[in-house]
């Protein structure tokens, strides 16, 4: 069964400082991986998605995430964090592709916060 | 182009009372999705339709039905709303390789 774990509920970081969310999936076939930013109040906004080559993605907001496969790891990072990152963010995972992507397995998200 | 609409925003119920929360997508998507989020869970599925006249069982589909009333349009039904179902709901229609949500409807059961 697909299921997704972020083992961060809560990073507290200051501003200027870089960032790692972790994110470990589990699934049989080639995933399709995904993470989404939540602000407060707010719906789910793409940030980047890998579904197959270079195993370094690059996404909106300065942000980008890095697939291992041999970890069975998605990890979200940005060199320099600035206040307006302050939200909680969610690692999902798909089944493919065929005629339409299908559901998403969300992790439990990781709330971040940011230190002026 | 308003891609994935939600109504209401905020809704407060009494146990007992039924309701339907509204979803429209304008990007021509075959597949649409419900979910809902609750703190420290993550959002979880409700109920999925692949494509126009089909409807299938996420992972927590008790206590709410659907419809697909077309292509465009996929409605989350509470027949007889308990508190356990307050959360925020979250509906999503998706393409080849993206899912696009909706604002979220608030929906507080006292």
């Known amino acids: 069964a697909q299921s997704v774990t972020q083992p961060d509920i809560h990073i507290t970081v200051s501003e200027g400082a870089s960032l790692e969310l972790r994110c470990n999936y589990s699934y049989g076939a080639t995933p399709y991986l995904f993470w989404y930013v939540q602000s407060p109040g707010q719906g789910l906004q793409l940030l980047l998605k890998?579904?197959?080559?270079?195993?370094l993605v690059q996404g909106i907001k300065g942000f980008e995430a890095e697939f291992k496969r041999s970890q069975s790891s998605f990890n979200l990072r940005k060199p320099s964090v600035h206040w307006s990152d302050a939200a909680e963010y969610f690692c999902a995972v798909g089944k493919g592709r065929g005629s339409t992507l299908g559901r998403l397995y969300f992790g439990r998200g990781t709330q971040l916060t940011v230190w002026p | 182009n308003a891609g994935v609409t939600q109504t209401p925003k905020f809704q407060v119920l009494k146990t007992g009372q039924s309701m339907t929360l509204q979803c429209a997508q304008d990007m021509n998507h075959n597949s649409m999705y419900w979910y809902r989020q609750d703190p420290g869970m993550g959002l979880r599925l409700i109920y999925y339709?692949?494509?126009?006249?089909?409807?299938d069982k996420g992972e927590v589909p008790n206590g709410y039905n659907v419809s697909r009333l077309n292509k465009r349009e996929f409605s989350l039904r509470l027949e007889s709303a308990a508190p356990s179902q307050t959360s925020v709901y979250f509906c999503?229609?998706?393409?080849?390789?993206?899912?696009?949500f909706g604002p979220g409807t608030r929906l507080t059961v006292t």
């Open positions: 890998y579904f197959s080559g270079d195993t």
């Open positions: 999503a229609s998706s393409d080849w390789d993206e899912q696009y």
């Open positions: 339709s692949a494509s126009e006249g089909t409807t």
